[in-house]
């Protein structure tokens, strides 16, 4: 059937200069002046080239950012967070070619972003960020805390959702008066390079902000081997992690690292399945799986199984698949590498004796055949030491763990029974029940009848990273700018 286009490209082309980083404000090749092409996951498609990054350029890079601290360190903090709200405005201006870019580079249906708002709440807090007074010995003398910046830090971000993730590794640090080189993925570094672009038009002087592309061997494990970084965070796959974990221990300079997830849905026999059911449909298609936070893990009770299996099957079977281009509600994986992956782990499910229910396929025909769709699948009797239950999948499979009726303990041990801790959500109308599990889950987020934050009718600040396997320290959260500070104690002596 054939599509009408609803969305179009924006000519980036005006903005982002091509086979280029952003280095001190300006657009620059890599000093090899090797590129690397950024396409269209749905068709292949030559989206834009940008810069092959490597050590040369992070060392351009950090020059940039230590020539412009010295005055962005002194800037006043209302002053930042005026340039930061300014910039945040601009996000909202060009709302439409950020959300078409993301969707263009990553490939999933156009949606709102959560960009502006965000960015709002950074920029009121940058000049909330408070010392404290010491009480002393003698009356004489005064102690006291101040806040500092780290000096010039690093952000590596995969390319999952590169609009969010420029904004919430960079505007933190920028807020606390550091200055800041982010690598963004090789698969998607336009969003980033158009945010960095606006923070430019927005006011933020350049060197405050530097994007660095290419590969994750080479710019990416760059940033964190430079001396002239001094702290650094990193959002991605545990493997890439410890591998940055590793460099940031050799140069002693700490880390906030957010890993993956494998996040369980739990259903109680009382659940509002008419609330429950679209929530758990979205959070596992909701860019073809490859969310951290996708609910990969469905825990059932036996008196809901047969109802709830065959109404997530109807659903799966409903959804529109297609390009960014059409209405579709899923779109297609970023790469052949994550295609392969994906299509391996559903092989593994039914290899280990899961119960193929829907999908399980490579998507065909003319809409399909150039670019990266898997059938949104569903895997019933997932028993929990199979594969496709305890490793992340990152692509839109969904894993059924029946439980018995009653035994929430068992359902708390399979929840929790995996090597992450990333997010959770209980569905249930008995409020204690509901408290007393959430308080059990190992994850550094459980939602209640509601998934994530509860998007935009949420939590504000909702601080978002992992318990065990999926990381630590925090993205967004009251304490998020203080956390891209250190502390000084300061003593003196009035008596002079
Ligand atoms: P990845 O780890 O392969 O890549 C992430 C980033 O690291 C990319 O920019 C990449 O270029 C860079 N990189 C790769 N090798 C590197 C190295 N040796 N040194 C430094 N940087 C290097 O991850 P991915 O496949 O792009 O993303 C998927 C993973 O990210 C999944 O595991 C997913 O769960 C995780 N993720 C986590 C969160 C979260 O907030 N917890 C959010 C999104 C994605």
């Not at 950012?65 to 300014?86: I, K």
């Not at 959002?235 to 993956?260: D, F, H, K, Y």
């Not at 109680?268 to 059911?277: E, G, V, W």
């Amino acid at each position: 059937m054939a599509v009408t286009a609803v969305y179009e490209l924006p000519d980036i082309h005006k903005v982002l200069r091509d086979g280029c980083h952003l280095i001190d404000g300006a657009w620059a090749p890599a000093r090899s002046g090797a590129t690397i092409d950024v396409l269209d996951p749905s068709n292949g498609t030559l989206l834009a080239r940008v810069a092959r990054g490597d050590a040369p350029d992070v060392a351009d890079a950090v020059t940039a950012a230590q020539a412009a601290l010295p005055a962005w360190r002194d800037t006043s903090p209302a002053e930042r967070g005026e340039l930061l709200y300014r910039w945040a405005e601009l996000t909202l201006e060009y709302d439409e070619v950020i959300n078409v870019l993301q969707a263009a580079e990553v490939g999933h249906p156009v949606g709102p972003s959560p960009i502006a708002a965000r960015l709002k709440y950074l920029a009121g807090k940058a000049d909330k960020v408070l010392g404290r007074t010491l009480p002393t010995r003698s009356p004489d003398l005064l102690g006291l805390t101040l806040r500092e910046p780290y000096g010039v830090v690093g952000a590596i971000i995969p390319w999952n959702v590169p609009g969010p993730f420029t904004v919430f590794n960079t505007a933190p640090a920028m807020a606390a008066g550091n200055t800041v080189i982010l690598k963004p993925a090789e698969d998607a570094p336009l969003t980033a390079l158009f945010l960095a672009w606006l923070a430019l038009e927005a006011g933020i002087p350049p060197g405050v902000l530097n994007v660095v592309t290419g590969y994750g061997a080479e710019a990416g494990a760059a940033l964190p081997a430079h001396p002239g970084v001094r702290k650094m965070a990193f959002t991605g796959s545990p493997a890439t992690g410890a591998a940055v974990m590793a460099a940031c221990a050799r140069n002693l300079i700490p880390l906030q690292l957010e890993l993956g997830g494998k996040s369980p849905q739990i259903l109680f026999p009382d659940a509002d399945l008419n609330r429950a059911l679209p929530a758990i449909v979205a959070s596992i298609t909701a860019n073809a799986g490859q969310v951290c936070a996708a609910g990969s893990r469905l825990l059932v009770p036996d008196s809901l199984h047969e109802t709830v299996v065959a109404e997530i099957a109807r659903r799966f079977a409903a959804l529109r698949i297609g390009a960014w281009t059409t209405p579709a509600d899923m779109g297609p994986l970023i790469n052949a590498v994550q295609e392969r992956r994906v299509l391996d782990y559903i092989a593994a499910g039914s290899a280990e004796g899961a119960d193929l229910v829907h999908g399980g396929h490579k998507l065909e025909g003319d809409a399909y055949d150039r670019g990266f769709f898997v059938e949104p699948t569903l895997f019933d009797g997932v028993r929990p030491g199979m594969r496709i239950a305890q490793e992340e999948i990152f692509g839109p499979v969904l894993s059924v763990l029946p439980y018995r009726d009653g035994d929430e303990d068992s359902a708390i041990d399979i929840a929790n029974g995996t090597r992450y801790g990333l997010t959770a959500t209980v569905w249930t109308r008995d409020l204690g029940r509901a408290v007393r599990v959430a308080r059990r889950i190992e994850a550094g987020q459980v939602a209640i009848n509601v998934v994530g934050d509860g998007g935009p009718r949420g939590a504000i600040g909702a601080p978002f990273g992992g318990y065990k396997d999926s990381g630590f320290g925090r993205s967004m959260g009251p304490d998020f700018v203080e956390d891209w500070t250190q502390e000084k104690a300061l003593i003196i002596d009035a008596a002079v």
